[in-house]
């Protein structure tokens, strides 16, 4: 009768269990109304641009967020403080092997491995971060509120095999030097 009870009161206990894990909501990112810009500085000044948002979705377990994946389509990458031929010339410097070679590596991708609560709304972020093949972690704040989530993550261009003009790979390059790192900003809408 023991080994009953005992069987009965396991068997409860994996399904309420279960059914603890399974509260998870996954929002799926509305990829036409999100934006993700990005701004890259050099020694005398900066260029900003987009790049679009291929597929997206954060996971919730009630209100607190819990994980989440995004894909960028990299073909899109382009620049938005420029017209005509410099524009040109620059947006296919950046999808060119010197930065980006969007013809190897169409897309980049973010997989959110821990979220920590940081406050009301707010939470610090660290995620798998891959582009040009290669992977590295990236910690951010992430604000949601209501159906929308910001985000600005700082990039090391270098982690990724993106060492055009850096002053860690090449000397002497004085105003041609361009830093390292880079801003993202993601605008989600869910």
Do not use: C
């Not at 009870?5 to 996954?26: H, N, P, Q, R």
């Not at 900003?185 to 869910?190: I, N, R």
């Amino acid at each position: 009768m023991k080994k009953r009870i005992f069987k009965s009161v396991m068997v409860l206990a994996v399904v309420f269990g279960t059914a603890a894990f399974t509260d998870i909501e996954t929002k799926k990112v509305d990829t036409e109304k999100s934006k993700v810009t990005w701004k890259g500085y050099k020694v005398t000044g900066s260029h900003e641009g987009t790049v679009a948002l291929k597929s997206g979705e954060l996971q919730f377990d009630s209100d607190k967020l819990v994980g989440g994946n995004f894909t960028v389509d990299m073909t899109t990458l382009g620049s938005t403080d420029l017209e005509g031929d410099y524009k040109t010339k620059l947006d296919g410097h950046l999808k060119s092997d010197d930065f980006f070679g969007v013809e190897n590596y169409p897309t980049a991708t973010l997989e959110i491995t821990k979220v920590e609560a940081a406050g009301k709304n707010a939470y610090e972020v660290t995620g798998d971060l891959t582009i040009k093949g290669k992977t590295n972690p990236v910690t951010f704040d992430l604000s949601v509120y209501g159906n929308k989530a910001t985000a600005t993550v700082k990039v090391d261009r270098t982690k990724y095999d993106i060492s055009y003009k850096s002053g860690n790979f090449f000397e002497n390059l004085g105003d041609n030097l361009i830093y390292d790192e880079f801003d993202i900003e993601v605008y989600l809408f869910f």
